[in-house]
């Protein structure tokens, strides 16, 4: 079965730019949309973007400006850098696959286990 | 303050049906598909209902989805101790252009 799993740092400074990467087992990355999902302490959930196996992308307009998510089919998998970080962006982030063929009709099926981002110096 | 509103706790004894309602407007709800997710402490999501009212393998058919309008609703029924989550509903929004999330409802069971 598919399986998700994001690697990254936990700590990051404010103003520098976070990078996490999405490992793709137990399937191909092809034919799939594929998603990244925050959660801040206690709080709810907040979509970031996703990004299609061909590289189309589309991202949360609130985090548009500091968002940028690549692909990497020949290591199956895709990637997360988020620039200028506050506080504000300490969260779990976690790494999904869309259920279907189209990213806005289909949600997220497939969930990697998350990884904790703290933003502090 | 999110997009879709959910009340933040909901609770039953045993054996309850619990209803959790996720409202919405016609630009998200109203014209697109709703889904549920349950997540469990220091957990993943998981689904639980995709297209409104369809249960992915696995998971039991206590579980139940639905759309009205611009509104969506999970229920729980024959309430189990393990139902105890937090659960989220979720929609694309046309005028957002983008994944939006309900802030959660708390299950707890008494």
């Known amino acids: 079965q598919v399986q998700l799993l994001e690697s990254g740092p936990g700590l990051v400074k404010p103003s520098e730019t976070l990078s996490l990467t999405c490992t793709v087992s137990g399937g191909s990355i092809s034919s799939y949309y594929w998603s990244w999902v925050r959660q801040p302490p206690g709080k709810g959930l907040e979509w970031i973007g996703y990004?299609?196996?061909?590289?189309?992308?589309d991202y949360n307009p609130s985090l548009k400006s500091r968002v940028t998510i690549s692909v990497d089919t020949s290591k199956n998998q895709f990637s997360l850098k988020l620039s200028s970080l506050t506080a504000a962006d300490t969260a779990v982030y976690f790494c999904?696959?869309?259920?279907?063929?189209?990213?806005?009709?289909?949600?997220?099926?497939?969930w990697g286990q998350g990884t904790m981002v703290s933003v502090s110096s | 303050q999110s997009v879709l509103t959910q009340p933040p706790s909901a609770s039953g004894t045993p054996g309850q049906r619990v209803t959790i309602s996720c409202s919405g407007s016609?630009?998200?709800?109203?014209?697109?598909?709703g889904y549920w997710y349950q997540q469990l402490p220091g957990t993943a999501p998981k689904l639980l209902i995709y297209?409104?009212?369809q249960r992915p393998s696995g998971v039991p058919d206590r579980f139940s989805g639905s759309k009205s309008g611009t509104s969506a609703s999970l229920a729980i029924s024959g309430l189990r101790s393990e139902d105890e989550a937090d659960y989220y509903c979720a929609t694309w929004d046309d005028s957002l252009g983008g994944w939006v999330f309900g802030g959660g409802t708390k299950v707890t069971v008494l």
């Open positions: 990004i299609y196996y061909s590289g189309t992308t």
């Open positions: 999904a696959r869309h259920a279907g063929d189209s990213a806005s009709y289909y949600a997220f099926d497939i």
């Open positions: 297209t409104n009212n």
């Open positions: 016609s630009s998200n709800i109203g014209s697109n598909y």
